[in-house]
Every structure is written in C-alpha cells, then in structure tokens.
C-alpha cells in the first residue's frame, strides 16, 4: 500500500497505500551552515512526488532548507518506530491513515510521538472518511493530502498491440489472462518480493467479493459478529490463487521486487500491473511515451457490483519532539495547501483529498473519480484493523502462501487471532 496496504488492499495504498514508493536515497538539501533554525529535516515514502514538493516549498520559502530522504514502504516502516523511540526522528514523516501498520496514525500517536494537528486550518475541513483515519481519539495527526485507489493499471499502447481490451466480470478476466499468456505477454505484473505488494491484488479482490454484498463488514469484524476465516475473504484469497494458476501474473513473482514490476508493465512485457494509481506515475517516469489507465478489477459477473478500494493514501505527520516546530507546521500546510495538494495529485496520479483545490483528474483516473463520486468504494481493509499485526500477519502470510509454505485458511485463521487480540 505503498496499500496496502490496500489493499486498501494498498491500495489505497496502497498507497500503499497504500503504501507505496520504491528504494530510495538521502537528498542532501542543505549544508552543515545552513542553521538549525533554517532546516527542516523530512523523512518520506513518496520518491518521485515529494522532490517537486519540496522545490517548491522552499521556494515559497527562501533561505529555509530541507534535509529529507526517501526508502521503500517495509524499509521505512521497519525504522520509523526505532528513530522515534531513540530521539533521531526527522521533523516530519510519513504516515499513513488509521491503524494497519508500524507508521500508522493510531500506531504512532498512542504513544506520543505525534504532535496533534487538530489547530491547523485544513484540519476541520477533511472529509469525515479520510478525518476518521487522520485522527486518534478525536485529533488529527496527519495531514492526508490525497485520496488512492487500487485497481488494474494497463499499458494502452500493449494492451493495442495484443488486440485485447480491458475486463468488466471475473470471466472476462480469466479469459483475459489466457488470451494474454498465449500471446507471450502476461496479464500482469506482481512483485511479491516485496511483501507490501502481496496485498493489492487481494484488497482488490475483497472490495467486491467482501463488501459488494455486505457494506457492514467492518462493523460486524468490530462487534464480533463475523471473522476472516467464515467470510467471503476466503473466496477473494481463492480467486486471487485461480489468477496465478491461470496465468495472470509474470513468472516467479516472489522473485520479482516492486521496482521490477514497474519495468515489466511500463515497457509492455506485461500488459498492466495491479496495483494503486500512485504506480502510474513511476511508469510514466519509466516510459514517458506510454499511456496508462486504471481500472477496476472485476471479482464477479455482475459488473453493477464491482467496488474499488479508495481511501486516503500516506499523509504527513509532524514528530512531537521535532527540533523545528515551526518549519514542521509551515510545511504540513503547504502539504495541505492547493498548490502542494495539486503537486502530489499530478505527481502521484491521484485526487487531493480536499475539493476546492482546482484540480482536473488525469483522465488515467476517469473510471475511479467516477466510482468515488457514485459512492462505490470501500477503505483500505487495513485502516480499520485495530492493530498493526493484522496486516503484517496477512503480508507474510500470502507470500507463504505464493511459496507453497502455508494455505488460505491458516493465514486468514492467524488474521483472526491477531484481530482479536485487539489494539
């Protein structure tokens, strides 16, 4: 989620998340005589998109410098706790909404490491679905600047050179993946190597196999009244399986990294990638002649029932302890302002998460600002989960699963256990 994740699965994310940048470097912003006073330090998921963000807050901001550097979602996770606990934590970081991970809203304000942003102007405007992840006991701690969702991506130019058009039903999609194999192009492409990756395909699937039926899910996981195992999740983990048996991703995606499956689908050896619309950014960067488009991913037949996991991707929180309060607030809000709103939107491929910013959607995303507007979208699953375990538990658990080490029903009975066990 970059979803996860999702999926959101991800999406989001990806993200996602979801959840979602690939590897990246520290970017040296400022020397050593800038001042303190003058520099802000940044840490952040959002390799590709932050960088035009930053040129232009300090430009909106001259002599003020930012250090900031960029690394993959599970790198980031696995060292924002560990900055935080021991005093080394940036000024501000990445966070993603809710409670689905280690960087997580709920997950990292608890324990006080956020500074609440309850005070800032955009922070009573925020729509109550992404103000409801944003926040932990009624503040808000991270500035949620865009909204993401998952779906299949597909390359236009390969998509036309294999004469094959895009799926509405789970035939379709099977049949799909089939004609694509024969024609020596996958479908998609997945790189599960990277565990974050794992859960896009299924958050998409869920949408609709989940949700399209029973829009109260979440609320009966809370009240006790329905688990993972004795759900339609497990149909979703069924299909998702039924995709790979088919033929529908690239071979040995457990041997292929998220920054591979961009080169896959972003050079037309794949026909598209699962995956939030944050990705389609990064193709583009990849191949900036191709043309890419998200789209649902059908779980069904009935096409009128098709979901689309959408929800507030990754934001921005500020460290309680950061060294510079004042230049962490000034950049949350120029984060949250039209023009660095708009900037990650382009950016990213995504929609800002608040209306008045002016922004005109790439038409790549015609389909999902259609299904947001039409109300039929589901949050990433994981940004209702009361702790982050769950998530981790699914993400190593579906890449045993592509392994051949465990099953659908351990991994969706060890979810349960971990979701009961509460925050």
Same mark, same amino acid.
């Given at each position: 989620?970059?979803?996860?994740? #999702? ?42 998109? =932050? ?6 807050? &300090? ?23 560990? @900055? ?7 000024? $501000?970081?990445?966070? !993603? ?7 997580? *809203?709920?997950?990292? %304000? ?11 102007? !955009? ?20 500035? $949620? ?50 565990? !974050?990756? *794992?859960?896009? =395909? ?22 006790? /009244? ?7 999740? #497990? ?23 998220? &920054? %591979? ?23 583009? /960067? ?83 600002? &259609?299904? =947001? ?11 209702? !989960?009361?702790?982050?375990? $769950?998530? /981790? ?5 579906? @890449? ?19 979701? &009961?066990?509460?925050?």
């Amino acid at each position: 989620m970059k979803t996860r994740a #999702l999926p959101l699965l991800i999406a989001a994310t990806t993200s996602v998340a979801v959840l979602a940048a690939c590897s990246g470097g520290t970017k040296a912003g400022s020397d050593s005589g800038s001042g303190g006073s003058r520099t802000l330090t940044l840490a952040s998921i959002d390799q590709g998109s =932050v960088e035009d963000v930053v040129k232009a807050f &300090e430009k909106a901001n001259p002599g003020v410098k930012v250090r900031y550097t960029t690394s993959g979602a599970d790198q980031y996770q696995q060292q924002i706790r560990t @900055q935080l606990s021991s005093g080394t934590a940036p000024d $501000v970081m990445s966070v !993603w909404p809710g409670n689905g991970n280690p960087g997580a *809203t709920h997950t990292l %304000a608890e324990p006080g490491y956020l500074r609440d942003l309850s005070d800032r102007p !955009w922070a009573v405007k925020l729509p109550e679905a992404i103000k409801s992840v944003a926040q932990y006991e009624g503040r808000t701690y991270t500035a $949620v600047f865009g909204q993401n969702g998952i779906g299949a991506v597909y390359n236009e130019q390969a998509m036309a050179k294999a004469g094959l058009t895009p799926p509405d039903t789970w035939t379709e999609l099977l049949a799909f993946c089939r004609a694509a194999k024969a024609k020596g192009t996958p479908g998609f492409a997945l790189g599960n190597q990277d565990n !974050w990756v *794992t859960q896009l =395909v299924q958050y998409a699937l869920v949408a609709t196999t989940v949700y399209g039926n029973d829009r109260d899910f979440d609320q009966k996981m809370q009240a006790g /009244q329905a688990t993972f195992a004795n759900s339609p999740w #497990l149909t979703a983990l069924d299909k998702y399986l039924t995709m790979e048996k088919t033929g529908c991703f690239q071979k040995n995606p457990l041997g292929t990294n998220y &920054e %591979a499956s961009q080169s896959l689908a972003a050079t037309g050896k794949t026909l598209g990638i699962i995956q939030g619309n944050w990705v389609i950014a990064l193709l583009e /960067q990849k191949n900036p002649k191709g043309t890419f488009t998200l789209r649902a991913l059908p779980a069904t037949d009935d096409p009128s029932k098709t979901l689309i996991p959408a929800a507030a991707g990754a934001g921005y929180g500020v460290n309680a302890k950061a060294k510079n309060e004042e230049l962490a607030l000034k950049f949350v809000d120029f984060v949250m302002s039209p023009e660095g709103m708009n900037l990650f939107a382009k950016k990213q491929g995504g929609l800002p998460s608040l209306s008045d910013t002016g922004f005109v959607a790439s038409p790549s995303l015609a389909q999902l600002s &259609e299904f =947001v507007k039409a109300g039929r979208t589901v949050p990433f699953m994981d940004q209702l !989960w009361p702790n982050a375990k $769950v998530q /981790q538990t699914m993400l190593s658990g579906l @890449q045993e699963i592509f392994s051949d080490q465990s099953t659908p029903e351990k991994v969706l009975a060890e979810m349960d256990s971990d979701y &009961e066990s509460g925050s």
